[in-house]
């Protein structure tokens, strides 16, 4: 089940659709915009070069797939004009798997590259990068910021281990579940130290020296005890598994799916990029998941939609469901989604870094 052959979100702009079923990663996207602010404050104080490259790693599609790059492209412009400088020309780069639907990315991206040249008469290259950030995709020393939203919680595929030993991700049986929960959730740990350890290696190498890193991901407080024992793809399994409960799906394909994501508590990032070395933190921070920018937490509709059009791919794929079938999952994750429930038993935050290349 590698990651480069499922993962993508529900394309087009229908009504089960991504683009229109993206606004809790939107929230994300915002809460990142202070950070890029800073970076872009912090980086070109030092000085502005002539020419900049800025990429999104793991754009996806939609009215969210622009976002970072704009963000990062107003901020180098306000920067330069606050500091009576000529800003740099810019060459923006939209990153994402094949499967991505980059039909609507490309269009979007056109339009975008357009009204810059309008408004600012300003030199912008647009390009698209297809293929996974768990391997090189630019050249040496050339790229000046990278940004990333809720993207780095997908791993590079699944804990083979767990395949290998017919260790099931969320056994339908209570007590197996419990007997083997430490041994999912360690080769889990282990597989996103690997992933991410190789992530900060490779863009330590493209990024140019003292280039930015701002991303954000789903993850885990340790200052909250629930969090331990929880993880992103949660909420899926215990819908499925109500489903194979009531014999909708297979008991025997349900224990055979594992799905290629990790929530990592905050304490194990800090970890990861202190062992790795390249790069210095400058900040962290942590929201609510489900909790909007206003303060009101995601309904439960809205959060089964979004579940759906993230995880109806990688489920199609593997059981074979049909429309009607994945009107059944959203339904029972409308149910599991109520505030208590997502409080008490799918307790996530969005954490977000801002680093620099140190060496």
Request: hydrophobic share 40%; with cysteine; net charge negative.
């Given at each position: 089940?590698?990651?480069?052959?499922?993962?993508h979100?529900?394309p087009?702009?229908?009504?089960?659709s991504?683009?229109?079923?993206?606004t809790?990663?939107?929230?994300?996207?915002d809460?990142?915009?202070p950070?890029?602010?800073?970076a872009?404050?912090?980086?070109?104080?030092?000085?502005?070069?002539?020419?900049?490259?800025?990429?999104?790693?793991?754009?996806?599609?939609?009215?969210?797939a622009?976002?970072?790059?704009?963000?990062t492209v107003d901020?180098?412009?306000?920067?330069c004009?606050?500091?009576?400088?000529?800003?740099?020309?810019?060459?923006?780069?939209l990153?994402?798997?094949?499967s991505?639907?980059?039909n609507?990315?490309?269009?979007?991206?056109?339009?975008f590259?357009?009204?810059?040249?309008?408004?600012?008469h300003?030199?912008?290259?647009?390009?698209?990068?297809p293929?996974s950030?768990?391997?090189?995709?630019?050249t040496?020393?050339?790229?000046?910021f990278?940004?990333?939203?809720?993207?780095?919680?997908?791993?590079?595929?699944?804990?083979?281990?767990?395949?290998?030993?017919?260790i099931?991700?969320?056994?339908?049986?209570?007590?197996?579940?419990?007997?083997?929960?430490?041994i999912?959730?360690?080769?889990?740990?282990?597989?996103?130290?690997?992933?991410?350890?190789?992530?900060?290696?490779l863009?330590?190498?493209?990024?140019v020296?003292?280039g930015?890193?701002?991303?954000s991901?789903?993850?885990?407080?340790?200052s909250n005890?629930?969090?331990?024992?929880?993880?992103?793809?949660?909420?899926?399994?215990?819908a499925l598994?109500?489903?194979?409960?009531?014999?909708?799906?297979?008991?025997?394909?349900?224990?055979?799916f594992?799905?290629?994501?990790?929530?990592?508590?905050?304490?194990?990032?800090?970890?990861?990029?202190?062992?790795?070395?390249?790069?210095?933190?400058?900040?962290?921070m942590?929201?609510?998941?489900?909790?909007?920018?206003d303060?009101?937490?995601?309904?439960?509709?809205?959060?089964?939609?979004?579940?759906?059009?993230?995880?109806?791919?990688?489920?199609?794929?593997?059981?074979g469901?049909?429309a009607g079938?994945m009107?059944?999952?959203?339904?029972?994750?409308?149910?599991?989604?109520?505030?208590?429930?997502?409080?008490?038993e799918?307790?996530?935050a969005?954490?977000?870094?801002?680093?620099?290349?140190?060496?």
């Amino acid at each position: 089940m590698a990651t480069i052959q499922i993962v993508h979100m529900n394309p087009g702009q229908g009504e089960t659709s991504y683009a229109r079923n993206s606004t809790i990663q939107k929230t994300a996207q915002d809460r990142m915009k202070p950070l890029i602010e800073e970076a872009v404050t912090a980086f070109c104080g030092v000085s502005v070069p002539k020419s900049m490259a800025i990429a999104d790693l793991g754009c996806s599609s939609g009215p969210n797939a622009l976002t970072l790059i704009s963000s990062t492209v107003d901020a180098i412009h306000r920067y330069c004009m606050e500091c009576a400088q000529p800003p740099p020309e810019m060459c923006l780069f939209l990153n994402d798997l094949p499967s991505n639907d980059f039909n609507s990315v490309a269009k979007s991206l056109a339009e975008f590259k357009h009204s810059q040249d309008v408004s600012s008469h300003h030199v912008v290259v647009a390009n698209m990068v297809p293929g996974s950030f768990y391997e090189r995709l630019f050249t040496s020393d050339s790229v000046h910021f990278f940004c990333s939203s809720i993207s780095l919680q997908w791993l590079s595929k699944a804990p083979e281990e767990l395949a290998k030993r017919k260790i099931p991700m969320y056994d339908s049986d209570e007590r197996l579940r419990l007997l083997n929960h430490e041994i999912v959730a360690n080769a889990y740990a282990r597989q996103f130290r690997k992933d991410f350890t190789l992530f900060l290696s490779l863009r330590a190498r493209e990024l140019v020296l003292g280039g930015r890193l701002i991303f954000s991901l789903i993850g885990r407080c340790s200052s909250n005890p629930a969090s331990v024992s929880t993880q992103v793809w949660k909420v899926v399994s215990v819908a499925l598994n109500d489903m194979a409960s009531r014999g909708v799906i297979s008991k025997e394909k349900f224990d055979t799916f594992h799905i290629p994501m990790y929530a990592p508590m905050e304490n194990e990032l800090n970890g990861i990029i202190e062992d790795e070395g390249s790069f210095q933190i400058n900040k962290a921070m942590a929201h609510d998941t489900f909790l909007a920018t206003d303060g009101v937490l995601a309904s439960p509709n809205t959060i089964a939609a979004m579940v759906r059009a993230v995880f109806e791919p990688a489920i199609v794929q593997h059981f074979g469901f049909s429309a009607g079938i994945m009107d059944d999952f959203a339904s029972v994750v409308e149910r599991l989604s109520t505030t208590s429930v997502v409080e008490a038993e799918f307790p996530l935050a969005c954490l977000c870094f801002s680093l620099t290349r140190a060496r």
